[in-house]
């Protein structure tokens, strides 16, 4: 994603251009009925769903083996034999290419896994089918291990493609896949020269070579692959990693958005390299064409969130597990990350159960210099069906507004309605048709009446966590 926005600038496209001729791709999604037919389909003529997985696997993109040095400067340990995902992330793009959803699934979801494996944890899912496909081969009589290494992992990987579309009811269905492991991650964050995180305390973890102090400061390389790694010595163990990912991944978008990258041709070159040698992408991925779509998206709309998933407990084969309710992760998807309708004349329907908020997309902005309160507000909103349209602040006013395009009122009175009525509304032609913009300013009160939050979507439930977007450097465990 970080190389593909390259082209905000004229810098970006000679590089993009070497990408797509020199990464490494595995064929895993299952091709469309126009790509069949010869016709590509352009990523944006519809939104676009990316499952970005991050491996354990001790073997760079082309599946060669780490030297042992290399292995002991990243701290990767030894190889087990298996092919854990260990995370797996979720990207949301919508059709306009201005903003993107990050949903984080923990790899210790309890879930049932594709192509009749049964209930287990989500990262053994690649692993299970790939062991499977390998054996099936052997017996076969296939002798080539190449060949067994080479269709045992795209079948692994498909199954872990098809788990995932499951789990959202079916709502999501992936078209692009990257991977990266320790070697490529090492990498990628070498090449942009480290972004800066903040941490609330020190931390040290053997097991991931992690120690930081605590504050702000600039991780790169082994220090950065640590840091995304941790998981013990942490409150909220595995929780309180993905919630690291997504900052650091939030920091390193917002480094290559910036100037500072996109108008340094040494650093182009070697994150191109870096690319190249160790990101495996989806066939037909035609990251030129991608890149040129996504030239609106700025960091700032960039935003992460996190399946719902209960408190985690102990079964026999799999361990400690986290229990998730594919109902919940449905619903959250479809407000997150499902793109509404287009308005059509008849306007919104309603049912005996209320208002049809479905297809009203609403952007809070904090104008009130409350850490936190948009998100508070927009995670009250979503609970009330109506869309994520992003959470973000803005310069300090004395009053809040609902604002709203000309000619639909209506939809800011349902916004109004449901923050509790007091809101006063104003016609803005800034705001584009079928959303609504949240203004909270100095008057603004966490105690304002508002539905209560839902939980379990990634969300702060208080006004002390700000959202995890990827813009400002936000403090964690």
Sequence with gaps: MSVAVLVVTGYGWRYI???DE?????????????????HTRKPLDGAIDILL???????DAQGNPLSEEVLALLNGGKADGTLNTDTMILVHIPQDGTRAVAISFPRDSYVEIADGFGKHKLNSAMVRQRTDTATRLREEGVTDQARIDRESLQAGRKTLIKTIEELTGGLIVIDRYAEVNLASFYEVTKAVGGVEVCLKEATQDSDSGADFPAGRQTIEGRSALSFVRQRNNLPGGDLDRIVRQQVFIGALASKVLSTGTLTDLGKLDDLVSAVKKSVVLSDRWNITEFAEQMSGLVSGNIQFRTIPTGDPYDV??????????????????????VDPPKTTAAGPTTTAAGPDNSTITVEVVNSAGMPGAAATVLSALVSQGFRDGGARSGPQLATSAVR????????ADKVISALGGNTEAREDD??????????????HSPADPAPVAGT???????DAAPPITAEGVVCVN
């Design 53 to 59: 997985v991050g491996v354990d696997s001790r073997t």
């Design 316 to 337: 026999w084969e799999d361990g400690n597990v986290l229990p998730v309710d594919p109902a919940q992760v449905k619903n959250m998807v479809r407000n997150l990350a």
């Design 404 to 411: 709203y395009p000309p000619g639909e009122r209506a939809n």
């Design 17 to 19: 251009g070497q990408l």
């Design 430 to 443: 800034s705001v584009p048709r079928g959303q609504v913009r949240v203004v909270l300013g100095g008057d």
């Design 22 to 38: 020199g990464i490494t791709t595995t064929d895993v999604i299952v091709a469309q009925a126009e790509e069949q037919q010869g």
């Design 456 to 462: 379990g979507v990634g969300l702060p439930t208080t």
